[in-house]
């Protein structure tokens, strides 16, 4: 087996527990969407074109209070922020793909393939980068537009007793515990926590806004602090 190929597997095989998060997550998605009148072509569009889960969940939900869209726009930006930090991150692994590997790869990333990457990254340098990354990202496209469809066939006709919006948290707790690595991570995660809690009763869900706004702010802060 070349490395290539095992090394694709391999993050194929690390992909496979996260999946089961995700799969329920693309259908809360998918329901949602459904839920507030969006319809299905552009529910599928929304999935495929944007393909970030949380931003997706935040402009649905906005949609449905008939928010302005200057607030839903500004709202998805503000929450993928975090990819382009992400991109930054990950950027000095790939620097030697082509333009046309680049912007597939970035089209990829989301918070589970970008943290599984650099841990895999940071602990063998003999790992093919990009078929290892593509071998986590992949499979987690692929389960996020199915189970988006999923979703939005389902529609309402989901039982309510599955709860399956409990996933949602759970996906991003999983990715986000073995990320907080330093001092920076610690105070970005903290204060971001904090401050969603604190202002959960905003109206359009501007309360996440806020809370993303302010943990990358914190982060940010201390990095210079630590930088000095």
Do not use: C
């Not at 997550?25 to 969006?38: E, L, N």
């Not at 030697?96 to 990254?121: C, G, I, N, P």
């Not at 990320?179 to 009763?201: K, L, P, Q, S, Y």
Request: net charge negative.
């Amino acid at each position: 087996m070349s490395s290539a190929r095992a090394d694709f597997l391999s993050g194929v095989r690390v992909a496979v527990p996260i999946i089961l998060g995700v799969a329920p997550f693309g259908m809360v998605a998918g329901v949602a969407a459904v839920g507030v009148g969006v319809p299905a072509i552009q529910a599928l569009a929304m999935s495929v074109v944007i393909f970030a889960g949380a931003s997706q969940l935040a402009a649905i939900e906005l949609i449905g209070q008939n928010a302005p869209v200057a607030v839903v726009v500004l709202t998805v930006i503000v929450v993928n922020l975090r990819l382009v930090m992400y991109s930054a991150s990950i950027a000095p692994y790939f620097e030697r793909q082509s333009a046309r590997w680049k912007a597939w790869l970035a089209y990829l990333l989301t918070d589970q393939a970008y943290a599984v990457s650099v841990m895999e990254f940071r602990s063998d340098e003999a790992t093919s980068r990009r078929w290892y990354y593509l071998g986590v990202a992949t499979p987690l496209w692929v389960v996020w537009q199915a189970s988006t469809v999923a979703g939005i066939l389902l529609g309402s006709s989901v039982p309510a007793s599955w709860h399956l919006e409990f996933a949602v948290p759970l996906v991003f707790l999983a990715v986000l515990v073995p990320a907080i690595t330093d001092r920076t991570t610690v105070v970005t995660a903290v204060v971001g926590g904090a401050v969603a809690v604190a202002a959960n009763g905003l109206p359009f869900n501007l309360g996440l806004l806020t809370a993303a706004v302010a943990g990358i702010a914190a982060g940010l802060v201390v990095e210079e602090v630590l930088d000095d």
